[in-house]
């Protein structure tokens, strides 16, 4: 019998209705002018739309190739949609209200939504960590899927992670709690200048100081990223047929991944201190030529032909039948 791949409903349902808010929230871009810490106060709702589309969709997907504890995975992840529709909602309310969600005590209510926005983001990182040890636990034949599967999951889970940073008070904010001088905020994600500054169009990423949110958002959608590598190098195996071999494909993800979590390194050392990614020093730039001459070095080492080639073209990476009971 066919083992179930149906993917999680209530991941796709969500999925589905971010969309929507990713669109409702462009539309608020477009006619409310108000701005929140130097942005547009539909910005952050708009961001967050659409990575939760993204991420939701991707575990809609992955939840379907677990294999064990189907019940417990089911309801992990439905927990993990609550939590995401609460926090969404959280964001969506301080935007109405012309205010920040993130790092707001400034007054009683604003305190209780950020510390329900702390809550739910615990839940989420707890409910995604269930979820990939599951899925690094989950026998997958084919050696690309194998490790773009596991590096994805795992270094998005760093990624979730990293976000905590933002919420370690600054040396100003620090010193100021409990005094007049307490501006009602508690962490930021600038690093060495204050928030709302000067950033990058679209993501706001600022480009006077360091930012967090780009090691949360690389590390985050890594999840996606590993996965269309292997999709590309399916489509490549129709051309080059040294890709035809699952060990050559499963070398060069593994290289990719390595070098993925290797960018992340670097970004959030960069963030760290304190400088814009697009301003990067000496020290940074000679960090990222070795990555450079690192993941190009891996990915010669990883075409070296194995014993034998299959003549026909590997199964398409989100084809379910490459999955397999363990």
Not at 254 to 266: D, K, N, P, R, W
């Amino acid at each position: 019998m066919r083992p179930d791949h149906t993917w999680h409903r209530p991941m796709l349902a969500c999925a589905g209705l971010m969309l929507v808010m990713s669109v409702a929230s462009a539309v608020g871009l477009l006619v409310d002018d108000r701005l929140v810490a130097g942005a547009p106060a539909w910005l952050k709702p708009f961001k967050f739309a659409v990575s939760f589309t993204v991420y939701a969709f991707s575990w809609a997907w992955l939840v379907s190739l677990l294999r064990t504890r189907r019940r417990l995975v089911h309801t992990i992840s439905t927990l993990v949609v609550v939590v995401i529709l609460v926090e969404y909602a959280v964001i969506t309310l301080q935007a109405a209200r012309g205010t920040r969600s993130h790092f707001n005590v400034a007054t009683p209510l604003d305190e209780a939504l950020f510390s329900v926005m702390g809550v739910s983001i615990t839940a989420l990182w707890t409910g995604t960590l269930v979820l990939t040890l599951f899925l690094l636990r989950t026998r997958i034949d084919d050696a690309a899927n194998r490790w773009g599967v596991r590096f994805g999951a795992v270094l998005s889970l760093i990624g979730l992670a990293l976000g905590g940073l933002m919420v370690v008070p600054t040396p100003h904010q620090a010193a100021t709690l409990g005094t007049d001088a307490f501006d009602g905020l508690i962490g930021a994600h600038s690093v060495g200048v204050p928030d709302g500054g000067p950033g990058l169009p679209l993501t706001g990423w600022s480009t006077v100081g360091g930012d967090l949110r780009i090691p949360h958002f690389v590390g985050m959608h890594a999840l996606q990223a590993l996965p269309l590598v292997v999709v590309i190098l399916v489509l490549l195996s129709r051309r080059y047929a040294r890709l035809r071999d699952d060990a050559v494909r499963g070398r060069l993800v593994i290289v990719a991944g390595l070098a993925y979590a290797g960018a992340l390194a670097l970004v959030t050392w960069q963030a760290l201190r304190g400088q814009p990614l697009i301003a990067p020093d000496g020290l940074t730039l000679t960090a990222l030529g070795g990555l450079v001459i690192a993941t190009a070095l891996g990915t010669v080492r990883a075409l070296r032909p194995t014993a034998s080639v299959p003549s026909s073209p590997p199964a398409h990476p989100v084809d379910q039948e490459a999955f397999s009971r363990p």
